[in-house]
C-alpha cells in the first residue's frame, strides 16, 4: 500500500521533530555490499548501531523507485549501469590521439619551473654592461 507523498512527508517532520532519526530515499537491494540500501546509505551499517534496543519502525512507502544511477568517481558524469565512463573513455582516446609538444604532457610543477627559469632568465641583468 502507498501511503500518499505529503502524509509520508508530515509523518517524517514530526518524526524528526521528536528526535527521532529520518530516512529517506530509493530502498534497493542487493547493495554493492550484498545487503540493503537506502538512496546512498547501507542499512546494515546504519542499523548496526541500534544493536539490542528496542525500535518502533515506521515505512511510509511512497511510490516506486526509479532506475539505479551510477556517477563516475573521476568526471561526475551519471550512467544507467556500472560501466566505464563513455565521458572518460572517449577523452582518454583523444588524449592518446594528441601528438606530445614541447610541455604539454610534463608534470604541472615541471612546466612551472621551466617558465620561472625563462622569466628569470629574460630579467637577470646581462654580465656585457
Known amino acids: 500500500m502507498l501511503v500518499d507523498f505529503s502524509n509520508a512527508r508530515e509523518l517524517a517532520q514530526i ?9 529517506t530515499g530509493d530502498l534497493r537491494y ?10 546512498d546509505l547501507d542499512l ?3 542499523l548496526d548501531r541500534y544493536r539490542n534496543q528496542r525500535m518502533v519502525i515506521i515505512i511510509a512507502p511512497h ?6 544511477t551510477y556517477t563516475c568517481g573521476i568526471c561526475g558524469f551519471v550512467t544507467n549501469a556500472p560501466s566505464e565512463c563513455p565521458r572518460c573513455e572517449l ?20 612546466q612551472v619551473r ?3 627559469d625563462r622569466t628569470n632568465d629574460e630579467n637577470s641583468p646581462s654580465e656585457s654592461q
Do not use: C
Open 15 to 23: 518524526a524528526s521533530e521528536i528526535g527521532a532519526d529520518v530516512l
Open 30 to 39: 542487493p547493495s554493492e555490499t550484498g545487503g540493503w540500501q537506502l538512496g
Open 44 to 46: 546494515s551499517e546504519y
Open 63 to 68: 511510490g516506486t523507485a526509479g532506475p539505479r
Open 91 to 110: 577523452a582518454s582516446e583523444q588524449d592518446s590521439l594528441m601528438p606530445r609538444v614541447d610541455g604539454v604532457g610534463q608534470d604541472i610543477l615541471d
Open 114 to 116: 621551466a617558465a620561472l
